[in-house]
């Protein structure tokens, strides 16, 4: 089984505001709510390419009500933690641009994070755990390095798709994916990263420090994905991006679905990349039937000789 952590999950609000003005009442044009957090969106992805997950976390409130009760909807298995405060409701404004603000989550007790610990012991080494997004404000920002132990223990891949300071906690522990963007690439080497090149060069330190498979993401510069033996280049099918939210994590969801399907790395890599543009495409996270329309136009090639 993937298990998806999302210790954050998020009511994502979509509000589309015409000539927004700081200051004034806007009124909306048109607005929509959906489950949100970056775990989640990973099992809703693997869930449109037939790959079953079950979304773990913590929810609360009527929010949180909300997010399990889309997830039944989906036919997504799930088995959240209850939290007595309300899971945060994340604001993604689309005006001329995109904007957004990210709640900070609700309290988390030692209790609960027992209950939660207590949901891997029944987990083994056939199993893959993606962890996903920000640390709700009350967890200590070892918590990803506290699972990890636990999924180490019981030789457990694990996935991680986080940022700053989680990111790096997380790299010293060698997973077998991450997928940082190209912003966040170069926030680990106090260094901006513009180009695929400058990411490759990043990234395989990345790969020398243990980490199994890097996937870089530069939007519409195309993707990276380096492992021990090889590195590949994507490039991204050109369109109108409609939403972002949630494109990365379609990245993840897409390459994870395909390798458990048993598809070549390449291969994975490609699907990841679709799914990312899919959704990048459309007003939610991308169908099954957009992936599969991208695919022809994505190309993937192997760097070779010193580049490499
Ligand atoms: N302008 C674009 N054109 C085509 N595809 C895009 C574009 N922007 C993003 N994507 C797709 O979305 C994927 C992830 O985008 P990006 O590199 O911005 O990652 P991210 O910052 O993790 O995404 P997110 O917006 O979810 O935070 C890309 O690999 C690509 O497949
Ligand atoms: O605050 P975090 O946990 O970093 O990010 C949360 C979030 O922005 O990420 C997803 C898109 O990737 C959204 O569904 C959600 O609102």
Redesign the pocket.
């Known amino acids: 089984m993937i298990y998806t952590v999302t210790l954050n999950p998020s009511v994502d609000y979509i509000v589309e505001v015409e000539q927004f003005e700081l200051g004034s009442l806007n009124r909306t044009v048109a607005d929509t709510k959906f489950p949100g957090g970056k775990g989640i969106n990973v099992s809703r992805v693997m869930k449109r390419l037939a790959v079953e997950s079950n979304a773990l976390g913590f929810i609360g409130g009527f929010t949180g009500k909300f997010v399990e009760d889309f997830l039944n909807l989906e036919k997504i298995p799930s088995n959240f933690v209850k939290v007595s405060g309300d899971t945060r409701i994340n604001i993604k404004l689309k005006t001329e641009v995109e904007s957004e603000i990210n709640g900070i989550g609700p309290n988390i007790s030692e209790d609960q994070l027992t209950e939660f610990f207590e949901i891997f012991q029944k987990m083994t080494r056939e199993d893959i755990v993606v962890l996903a997004g920000s640390i709700p404000g009350t967890l200590p920002s070892s918590i990803y390095k506290e699972i990890i132990a636990v999924c180490k223990e019981k030789e457990i891949k694990v996935v991680a798709d986080v940022s700053g300071d989680a990111l790096k906690e997380v790299i010293s522990e060698k997973p077998y994916l991450i997928?940082p963007?190209?912003?966040e690439l170069g926030e680990l080497f106090n260094t901006e990263i513009q180009s695929v090149e400058e990411a490759l060069v990043y990234g395989k330190k990345l790969v020398k420090q243990g980490v199994k498979h890097v996937i870089v993401?530069?939007?519409?510069k195309g993707?990276l994905l380096i492992t021990e033996n090889n590195s590949y280049v994507a490039n991204?099918?050109?369109?109108k991006?409609l939403n972002?939210?949630?494109?990365?994590?379609?990245?993840v969801g897409g390459f994870i679905s395909a390798i458990s399907k048993d598809y070549s790395i390449e291969e994975a890599f490609k699907i990841g990349?679709?799914?990312?543009?899919a959704?990048?495409?459309s007003m939610e996270l991308c169908t099954k039937q957009k992936i599969e329309e991208l695919l022809p136009y994505i190309e993937v090639n192997e760097v070779k000789g010193e580049e490499r």
């Open positions: 997928k963007n190209h912003h993401s530069l939007a519409e993707a991204v099918p050109k369109g991006v972002s939210v949630g494109a990365g994590d379609s990245v990349v679709a799914a990312g543009s959704t990048a495409f």
